[in-house]
């Protein structure tokens, strides 16, 4: 899909009462790449993310009015800390992801800011931030952390 054939995509704000929705979709997103290293629990998933949701911080990903995705976005003092950023699986690989991640490398330069992300060691999302200039900076038991310096940035 080229850009001008991309449908419009958009972020809007969540609501304490999309909770549900949208651990079904990270459950569904994440669950080839939890597989693959023997820890996908659906419990657990819901149990952790329900555990730090924050409506303030949270965008839908909606592409003509659909929901096909959420970003989770938390400002620090030093650094916006992109805490969860996914796709439903029928729509990855159309862009869908550059285009938000593009957003959000807007918003931290906009705000001074690097961005640092997590990804779970055996996830394709590893190669996509490594795509878009992030830099590995630790690698942990599951998760290598990532962060994109502010353009900005001397």
């Known amino acids: ?73 938390k400002q620090q003092p030093n650094v916006l800390l992109l ?15 550059a285009f938000v991640l593009a957003r959000i490398i807007d918003e931290a330069n906009t705000l001074g800011l690097p961005v640092r992300v997590g990804a779970l060691r055996e996830s394709d999302s590893n190669r996509f931030y490594a795509r878009h200039g992030f830099k590995l900076i630790e690698e942990g038991n599951f998760d290598n952390y990532y962060i994109r310096p502010n353009d900005n940035a001397f």
Request: aromatic letters at 6%; proline letters at 5%; hydrophobic letters at 40%.
């Open 83 to 97: 805490d969860h950023l996914y796709i439903h699986p029928n729509s990855q690989g159309k862009g869908i992801g």
């Open 1 to 73: 899909m080229t850009l001008l054939q991309r449908p419009f995509v958009s972020l809007t704000r969540a609501r304490e009462g999309d909770a549900d929705e949208l651990v079904a979709l990270r459950i569904e997103a994440m669950r080839e790449s939890l597989m693959r290293v023997g820890r996908f629990d659906p419990t657990r998933a819901r149990e952790r993310f329900l555990a730090g949701f924050a409506p303030e911080d949270t965008r839908h990903i909606e592409i003509e009015g659909r929901r096909v995705g959420f970003v989770v976005l």
